[in-house]
Every structure is written in C-alpha cells, then in structure tokens.
C-alpha cells in the first residue's frame, strides 16, 4: 500500500533564479526546524553541462501522538514527547540548457517504518513564439537575469529585471509514502515456522505488538499520518521558497544571504521567525 | 548561509558555499562552466565533514540509501531526450 500526493504550482520567477533559490532556501522563516545543510557530493558534467548535488539536511520534528501511540518509542528513538531528529538525503540534476532541475529528497532513517520520497521537477516553460523572436528575446533575457543573479549587485535594477521579462518557471511536485512496517518480522516468522535457526528471543514481543494490529492495517494508518503530515507541510515548503525568491528579487543573491544569516541567528536565540504565526518548529 | 553539521566544519563550509554560488550564478547559469572551480574548497570541506559523518555513522546511511536508489539513480541522470 502506497500514498501518493501530487501537485502543479507556477513560479512567477524565472528559471535560473528558481534553481538558486532551491540551493538556497534553507534557513527561511517557514523551516526553522532544518538544523544544517551540507554539500556532500557534486559533479559538474562540463559535455552535458549538467550539476549533480547531493546534500544532507538534518531536519528537528515532532512525531505524531498518533505515531508514538502506533509505534514503541524504543522503536523510534524519540523523547517521550516525541521530539526527534531525522536525517533527509536530497539528490539535485539541473540542466540549465534545456532548462530542467530534478529533485529528490528521503528520509534517511526509519525507512522501513515510513519512508518518505519527495520529488520536485522545475521547467522552464518552452515559449510560445516563433524561433527568430526567440533568440532575440533569449538574448534580451540573458541580460537581465545577468543582473538578476548579480553576485554582488544591490537591489537598485536587479528588481526590474525580474517583473519586466515576466519569465515564469513551472513545477511539478509529488509525494510517495510506504510503510515496510512488520515486513522483516514476518520474513523471520515465516523463515523460522520453516525450521531454520532464527533468533527467537527478539521475536515474542514484536509479534505480539503487530498481531494486535495486523500488518497491513499498522502500514495503511501510518501512511495515513504521513500523507497528513505532507498535507499539512507543502504550503510552507512553497512559502519557504517564495521568500527566498522574493528577497533575491529585492536584493540579488546578496539580499537572500542576509536573510538567511537573520534567519540563522534568531533561530538560535529561539525565536520565531514569524510574528503572527505559531512556532514552525514541530512541522515536516 | 546555512549551518553544517558539524560546527567545526562552518567556516570551510561557509568558504565552499560562497566560491560555489559565485560560481553558479556567474558561469553555470550561463552556460559558461567549463570546469569545477570551486572543487579545491569542496575537498577541504568534505575533509572535515567526512569524519563526522564516519562517526555518527551517517556515510554507511547515506550509502545504502544510494545503492538502493542505484536503478532510480540511473533512470535519474539519463539523458531525457
């Protein structure tokens, strides 16, 4: 049994500065439960002119109640209430000649309990004109989002060179959830039921535990919880990546890192990054 | 920038991030990379970062996960046209 949620958005940004954003929308006020960041592998493809980045996100949650209920905490290695911390392996290829960027990301961790895997594709949307206006304006584009992505540009001109050329970048988002939960167990059941030498002394608990439940009945609630929980965490992802694209609008890519050094020092002093809201750090 | 893992790792970490993003947005995003410029740094920065991840126990993670995902991985990278 597999969950799977889907969904389509379009970025009113155009589609380099949507890649950039995507390196860069951690910390942002909408993920102040992601602790660190790092780069751990990448390749650049200089035939393809394809980047390849895999990275390593240490993200705090909270574990549902309903979780916890389901589950033994032993199981989980969580606190009593259920705080915990979970590791998220992101993989990333961006084309930026034929204008894609594939992302995926999983949890690393309790993997047979639930895994989780995300996958975003951005797009350049292929524009509807014939080829020789679309030189020209690929040329007059290029230019703009030269001072756009302005390394050390100051807001003044970056903000035009976005809201004029109008460019947009389309997304596609899904979600696929699947419990494994119980699966490994029944294998040493039903390898131990034919007569091979298994060790029984961690089996009486953990059967009885699932036999109460039924495995497929224990696999459909959590996939449940978790498609509530992805439910409940993609608008901020997408309000994540909007502030970081808007102050890149503001401010170039110089704008984006203060923002992140103000949101990385109040999420160290405890605060929260939004006023009106409720605290985000328990959210997916 | 975002914080590392490892605390002991920010600085070269922070160092690494900046050469890459001027490099990302400079050349890549161009289509004007002919080479990774910023590889010496990363080396640096995965020096430090790999002992923590040895320690933790978090390399043999991340290994299984990519060998699971191997086939995924490869459909992943393909070519698409």
């Known amino acids: 049994m597999v969950k799977f949620y889907s969904s389509t958005d379009t970025y009113p940004y155009p589609f380099p500065a949507v890649t950039l954003a995507y390196f860069l929308r951690y910390p942002n006020p909408y993920s102040t439960h992601v602790i660190s960041t790092d780069t751990i592998a990448r390749h650049f493809d200089p035939d393809t002119q394809r980047l390849t980045t895999i990275r390593l996100h240490l993200k705090r949650s909270k574990l549902p109640s309903a979780v916890t209920k389901l589950l033994p905490r032993s199981l989980l290695g969580a606190s009593a209430t259920g705080d915990t911390q979970s590791y998220i392996l992101e993989k990333s290829v961006v084309d930026v000649k034929e204008g894609w960027m594939d992302t995926e990301s999983r949890n690393l961790e309790w993997t047979g309990v639930l895994s989780v895997v995300e996958r975003q594709i951005f797009r350049r949307p292929v524009p509807d004109v014939p080829d020789n206006i679309k030189v020209f304006q690929g040329m007059e584009g290029a230019a703009r989002r030269h001072g756009f992505l302005n390394f050390g540009g100051s807001g003044a001109g970056v903000k035009v060179g976005v809201d004029l050329n109008g460019e947009t970048t389309d997304v596609e988002s899904s979600v696929t959830l699947h419990s494994h939960v119980g699966e490994t167990w029944r294998k040493k059941r039903l390898a131990a039921s034919e007569g091979s030498s298994s060790s029984e002394e961690e089996q009486p608990q953990k059967v009885g535990f699932l036999r109460s439940w039924g495995t497929a009945a224990l696999q459909r609630n959590i996939e449940k919880i978790g498609l509530t929980r992805t439910l409940r965490s993609q608008p901020n992802a997408r309000e994540g990546m909007k502030v970081v694209l808007e102050r890149m609008r503001e401010g170039g890519l110089v704008g984006v890192l203060e923002g992140m050094r103000k949101d990385r020092e109040a999420i160290l002093q405890g605060r929260d990054l939004l006023k009106d809201g409720p605290t985000r750090a328990d959210e997916e | ?81």
Not at chain 2, 10 to 28: A, P, T
Not at chain 2, 31 to 50: I, N, R, V
Request: some cysteine; proline content about 4%.
């Open chain 2, 1 to 81: 920038m975002s914080a590392s893992l490892a605390p002991e790792c920010n600085q070269v970490k922070e160092r690494y991030d900046n050469c890459f993003l001027k490099w990302y947005s400079e050349k890549f995003l161009r289509g004007a990379a002919t080479t990774d410029e910023c590889d010496p740094l990363f080396k640096q920065y995965e020096k430090c970062l790999s002992k923590v991840l040895n320690d933790r126990g978090i390399d043999k993670m991340v290994k299984e996960a990519r060998e699971d995902n191997r086939e995924n991985d490869a459909e992943h990278l393909k070519p698409k046209r």
